[in-house]
């Protein structure tokens, strides 16, 4: 077992993030938590030192706007030095059509999902390189793992994040900093309330303690969470494409 | 979601998940419903509430109320599971600030291993503050401690009219009244202050008692009841006017440095198919029950939770009564009404529908805070009664009849079924809550027993 008790997580509103948080609230963990909302922030901030987070600091800043990177990264240097690791959890999935009808909301998605996150965890892998310690890891998606007809935008945005951080897990190596890929399958969360069969998705709590299993302990590089999905995607990626290409899912 | 711009659809709107089905825990009646808002946020919910329709929505927490009083049958609900975060507590006075949704069964798990616990506690710990509020809940020391509303400091409820109303003995008094015991329809909790009791640890002292007689209960009740904190009786409900069962009484014990280990019960697995619970089988259980709790009267320490929550150590056990569902029934009857309890346990025992866990309690002589609460001094007994259809329906009448020439009341969490008649004979206040209701809120309860729309 790692110890790691020091936690910069970057989209600590979203649904997932806050259980992720409870769980290692409970554990005494020292939390540092980036977001969009002031007000949410300071909620949840309560929230996690009365069920026994060590210590709690919040910082208001859009994630996807790249140019508040720098200060964000600032202010975790200057509250949070030595932060051992790094969860990366926001990222948004509109409608599909729109993204294919709008270029707009196209680059929007690719933006949040994939440009930004691979701009702000570039200024903590040069961190973390340099002190040869800690962990990266970052919640990408199943979606990402084939391009499928209903949902193709979000998973690129997610397969381009998967690919960005295989590729950092090797840079990192040598340093001894871990880079885990966490991908859970649907889950239910805001951000998919609205999906048909969202009653059967995945309870947040349950996707939570795997991370959080993942995060203290050696695990495996890519995180399946539940762990079904790890099946069930490597049986998706068998299917040829001329298959594959028939299918409306 | 089209024509919104890109950035202002990056912020999630509270999505309405087209979920149509949702039960209360008696699994009767099986209502579809227009939408559930799942808001994860206090701040979603003003926009929920302004954007819907007149009497289209009600909050939801985690389902335990039996019947319809949780349902809105055809229209919104506001499910306020997300909302569960503590907000505030001063570890000097234990009061806590939390949100709505956050369970019981939380603040337990957070609070319990430092010395705090809930002042008022239901048979289940699977409730959320909102919907102990909002039913004005009690607990086997409500001789004692009175119901949950009269530990509740402060509320802040969200109204569609006007925004976040503070509520609390010295602002908006009327409004706190109205909200505790007042069926979720007064607006959404948005947090509560909650003053917790010290307690030394998770254990109970507790004592078991076999009676044989209403009196020998009502004898126990009143001996009982200046000794223990905690006090309820499990009643044979075959019995009828030779009435048995257990007493159960308690006290939190003092700190004996004994580890506690929290156990995870098994899961009812399937809806039991309705034909295994019949008269034979529910009288053998009874039997068997009482014959061991007979067998181990006396003082013995109990962990908090079999204490409490003996159901609970079966998750879903609602599922027991088949796909049908279940009714249960929970009276009020006057203490000096000796006559009419017998009556119904009577006619309960010789329909022989009955089934297990009935429960018998003597409630407190302390008046409930709320405008519509339904503790009042008295006798309270409860029962469950698998749905067979026509013929539980009219048992269930039939003892609503009793109930109603005993100047008594029933229990609006447990109710799938009243009619408006003893709903007014229960709560003769109603009319004088109906201002205090938001004008977005209604209820599948609600437009059942007063006609509303």
New interface residues.
Partial sequence: MIMMKKIVILGA?S?IA?EVERALARQGYELLLVGR?P??LA??R??LL???AKTVASYAADL?LIQQHAAIFDFVRHTLPDYDTVLLAYG?M??QR?SET?V??LL?ELQ?NFVSATAILTLFAADLEQRCTGCIAAITSVAGDRGRRSNYIYGSAKGALSLFLQGLRSRLYPAGVRVITIKPGPVQ???T??L?N??RFADPGRVARQIVRALEHRSPDVLYTPRIWRYIMSGVRQIPETIFKRLSF | ??GQS??A??K?P??????TQVLSWGRYPKTAHAGVH?P????QVPEILQTAAPDSLLPYGLGRSYGDSCLNAGRGLIDCK?LN?????DESSGLLRS?SGVSLSDIID?FLPRGWFLPVTPGTRFVTVGGAIANDVHGKNHHCAGTFGSHVRQIALHRSSDGLVTCSSNENADMLHATIGGLGLTGVISWADIQLKRVAGPWIDADLVPFQSLRSFLDLSRESDGRFEYTVAWIDCFSGKNLRGIFFCGNHAADSGKEFHAKRGPKMPFVLPAWMLNRYSVKAFNNAYYRLHARKTGATVLPYDSFFYPLDSIRQWNLLYGKQGFLQFQCVIPENNLAAVEELLDRIAHSGMGSFLGVLKQFGSAPSVGMLSFPRPGLTIALDFAMRGERTLQLMQSLDEIVQQSGGALYPAKDARMNPALFEASFPRWRSFVPYIDPKMSSSFWRRVTGAQ
């Fill in positions: 509103t649904g806050v909302s007000q949410r909620e949840l309560a929230d009365i069920r026994g996807a948004s509109r409608d729109e709008s707009d909301v929007d949040v969360t805001s951000m309330d609205h048909p969202a009653a | 979601m089209p890109a950035v659809l990056r999630q509270a999505a309405l998940s087209p979920t799942k994860a946020w206090n701040d997300r975060r503590f907000l505030g507590f949100e957070v």
